[in-house]
């Protein structure tokens, strides 16, 4: 770490504030001087203070002015409203929907035509998997990106994209979009400098001559993709070993160069100066390289993160960041500008993401109903981190991508009083194997039926839904139903922002058509993006089809939603705490204003005893009695709690 000169704060604050007009400059310098002293410190603990590195800094800078310049009014009132609630996107009537532009719309215009649909459902804050102008042919479900500054033609165009955001912003619903920080597509114009042989650009990516130090990093790193890509390195004709940690055609960028901070933050303004609001950081983890380590986590990649808050900070300050680290969740506290230890650092306000993935606790969702176990959720809960003020978790049953069952080791190891699991039993349950198994998912990038890595499969066909249908079993299709209702209203009963996978709303299932698609036969997670049912959709929605399994699902988790957003303790940042039970199969979940969420997660009916702590408490059902569950009846008394929960049943109770 070098010295910052002594007169730099000043020299580039005024630098900052001259490139903006009068207009805007009492609020951008505001802004400077809360955040600017920040952004320059880690930029420069970064990459010091070398003659480029200052030229790199100030031409940031510059662009930092230009973007706030630009950067549109009804964005600007939307700063301004968010710095006075900089926990607006913890309001208990935040319900997040992921889905992909073509499997859900076709198009942008499509999606912009489904915005009721969305608006109906809760929705308020949506993410669209990648849209940007991705690479041609194979590209990891556009995660290969060719140009951030164009949407894919296939999507529409960038007249579109404005539309859409206008049109989401006037309806409530925040636009969130991948900000991929790790690695571009091959074929991405510094891509293409580099196998040309311009050196500016080759120093983008890590490019390395022979396999000397790939070999000495690849004895410590993990593999993301064993199976399909196996290895961290991509030979390169012309050019050599380059580094892709991903697909041999995602090249990871080298972040300790500081030309490529000044370009990822600049496109990140420019993009949110285009109307979206949150940027999922993808892969976040991986950002930065270290010789003998996993290449994970490492202190600078938090540098560089606590440097992109402090730029939408300054110039951006309404745009959430959101940490996607699918690592476990006592790892994740960093990322919100925590020391690892979860303390609050005490040299200076860092300031990192606004969410993360809480992955942890998804899989765990996942490993509880598979092992009839509400304690393992108890046991993460317990474990969750404590977050800042303004911070929360994202939380999620299912996403684009697969079940890692790697975040949960630690869970399956067992400890404070619960039993140890096997995680490979839990997977090869997922993936339908053995006569106890409802299941119809794949297992992902595993060597074999011991290796555990990952599942595919939509939240209902792992449930059991597919295949009750196919084997035509009426009460097997409404246990299922009862499943997946029961994990959607742990999540929604949880602190955090929820949200829901494209289609689990009606219970959509697995897309076996993938397979026979060339396109997409070779990538398994193709298994859970189907094209939404919007027949089906649309029944639903009108209530038109109460009485099927997309009916069902559909109003128990529109109710849920209800309820959530008129109940303050069921805020994103209310308290959250687990109960004890000593029935393993019981999960309780308290949070604020007297709220208690009751599950069974076992396929047997267990008693509910009353903890003694809340043994004088009368209690109110807010879920309407079971309707959700064909839950047991109370005891007859005046209070909801229940004296026992069916199999797989869930209670939402408020203290009367
Ligand atoms: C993230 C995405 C995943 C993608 C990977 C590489 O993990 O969620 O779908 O394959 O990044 O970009």
């Excluded at 099927?548 to 959250?576: Q, S």
Aim: one cysteine or more; hydrophobic letters at 45%; charged letters at 25%.
């Amino acid at each position: 770490m070098s010295a910052r000169p002594s007169n730099d704060d000043a020299r580039l604050r005024e630098r900052f504030a001259s490139a903006v007009s009068p207009a805007v400059r009492a609020d951008t310098r505001a802004r400077w001087d809360a955040h600017g002293p920040r952004l320059v410190d880690t930029f420069r603990m970064l990459y010091g203070d070398a003659p480029g590195v200052d030229a790199a800094l100030q031409r940031m800078i510059d662009g930092m002015a230009a973007c706030a310049e630009l950067r549109p009014a009804p964005l600007r009132a939307l700063d301004a409203a968010r710095e006075r609630d900089p926990a607006w996107f913890l309001g208990q009537d935040m319900i997040g929907y992921t889905t992909y532009v073509d499997r859900f719309g076709g198009t942008l215009s499509g999606v912009a035509a489904r915005v009721p649909y969305l608006r109906a459902l809760g929705v308020r804050y949506l993410h669209l998997l990648p849209f940007l102008h991705a690479r041609d042919g194979d590209n990891d479900g556009g995660f290969a990106v060719r140009d951030y500054d164009a949407v894919d033609p296939a999507l529409g165009d960038d007249a579109d994209l404005d539309a859409l955001t206008a049109r989401l912003r006037d309806a409530g619903i925040s636009l969130c979009a991948d900000l991929v920080l790790n690695h571009t597509a091959d074929d991405h114009r510094w891509a293409q400098a580099a196998r040309r042989g311009d050196p500016r650009y080759r120093a983008f990516y890590h490019v390395f001559p022979d396999r000397d130090l790939p070999d000495a990093y690849e004895r410590t790193l993990g593999q993301v993709f064993p199976q399909t890509a196996p290895g961290n390195f991509t030979h390169v004709d012309g050019l050599g070993w380059v580094w892709t940690t991903f697909y041999g055609y995602q090249w990871d960028l080298d972040w300790s160069n500081p030309e490529v901070f000044v370009e990822m933050a600049l496109t990140m303004l420019r993009l949110a100066n285009r109307g979206i609001e949150a940027f999922r950081l993808d892969s976040t983890a991986y950002l930065w390289k270290r010789l003998g380590t996993d290449c994970m986590n490492q202190p600078e990649a938090h540098a560089i993160l606590q440097a992109l808050r402090a730029v939408s900070d300054i110039v951006a300050p309404g745009v959430l960041l959101k940490a996607e680290a699918i690592v476990p969740a006592r790892e994740l506290p960093p990322y919100f500008g925590l020391r690892a230890d979860g303390a609050a650092d005490t040299d200076s306000a860092r300031r990192e993401c606004h969410l993360a993935y809480h992955s942890t606790l998804m899989a765990a969702l996942w490993a509880a109903l598979a092992e009839q176990r509400g304690d393992l959720l108890a046991g993460v809960i317990a474990q969750t981190p404590a977050l800042p003020a303004a911070s929360g978790w994202l939380t999620y049953l299912r996403c684009h991508d697969d079940i890692g069952w790697n975040v949960l080791r630690e869970e399956a190891a067992g400890g404070d009083g619960r039993a140890p699991f096997d995680l490979a039993r839990v997977a090869r349950f997922f993936a339908g194997d053995g006569d106890e198994s409802y299941a119809r998912g794949r297992s992902f990038q595993s060597a074999g039926s011991e290796h555990v890595h990952g599942t595919n499969g939509m939240a209902a066909a792992l449930a059991g839904i597919d295949d009750a249908i196919a084997h035509g079993d009426a009460a097997a299709l409404r246990a299922a139903e009862r499943r997946l209702i029961l994990l959607y209203g742990i999540v929604l009963a949880c602190a955090g922002l929820p949200a829901l996978y494209m289609g689990d709303e009606i219970a959509l299932g697995n897309d076996e058509a993938y397979a026979r698609d060339p396109a997409r036969a070779g990538e398994g997670r193709w298994l859970h993006r189907p094209a939404m049912d919007w027949t089906l959709a649309d029944a639903v929605a009108t209530r038109t089809h109460d009485d099927t399994t997309a009916g069902r699902v559909g109003a128990a988790l529109r109710r849920m939603i209800a309820v959530r957003r008129i109940t303050r303790g069921l805020r994103g940042d209310a308290p959250m705490r687990a109960l004890r039970f000593d029935d393993p199969a019981l999960l309780g979940i308290e949070r604020g204003d007297g709220v208690i969420a009751l599950f069974n997660l076992a396929g047997r009916e267990v008693a509910v005893p009353v903890p003694p702590s809340l043994a004088d408490a009368r209690w109110r059902d807010m879920l309407d009695d079971g309707r959700l569950d064909d839950g047991m009846p109370d005891d007859g008394g005046d209070s909801a709690w229940p004296t026992a929960l069916a199999p797989h049943a869930l209670r939402w109770l408020q203290r009367a």
